[in-house]
């Protein structure tokens, strides 16, 4: 990459037009050694251009697996407050059928509409006519 000036056998950029050391032009060297040091140069960005997007390519994929795992983090967590909703609403339906419960055994055994059948859970139990008077 770097070429050698022929005045003070410094190495410089091909780029540089006149010597940084000894202030030669560029001019004065060779044209072979010129387009050598150009080549030099431009292979070797090419390689920097093809490294960083390797490195490019590389840093992406990652990206994408990241946001795929908290993906999945995010549907696991979902799934996990459906399974906590259900059980709280079933908690609650069975707090409600047990508050049902004492509600028809209270209310409902002590009055003539049980007799008559009004009450469903004990629609099919026969009782004495006794034991309301």
């Known amino acids: ?8 056998g410094a190495k410089i950029s091909p780029l540089a037009d006149p ?3 000894c202030g030669m032009p560029y001019a004065g060297h060779s ?8 080549r030099q140069l ?9 490294k960083e997007g390797e490195e490019r390519t590389i840093r992406i994929e990652k990206e994408a697996r990241e946001r795929k795992e908290e993906r999945k983090e995010r549907e696991e967590e979902r799934r996990k407050a459906k399974i906590i ?4 609403l ?4 069975v707090l409600c059928y047990i508050v049902f419960l004492f509600y028809c055994s209270s209310v409902f055994w002590r009055s003539n509409r049980l007799k008559r059948g009004l009450c469903p859970l004990f ?3 026969k009782f004495d006519k006794r ?3």
């Open 131 to 133: 034991e309301f008077n």
């Open 123 to 125: 629609a099919s139990v």
């Open 31 to 38: 044209s072979e050694e010129y387009q050598r040091g150009i």
């Open 19 to 21: 010597c940084p050391k």
């Open 85 to 88: 909703m259900f059980f709280v």
């Open 1 to 8: 990459m770097l070429v050698t000036c022929p005045e003070c």
């Open 90 to 93: 079933l908690s609650i339906l």
């Open 42 to 50: 431009q292979e070797w960005k090419k390689r920097e251009a093809r």
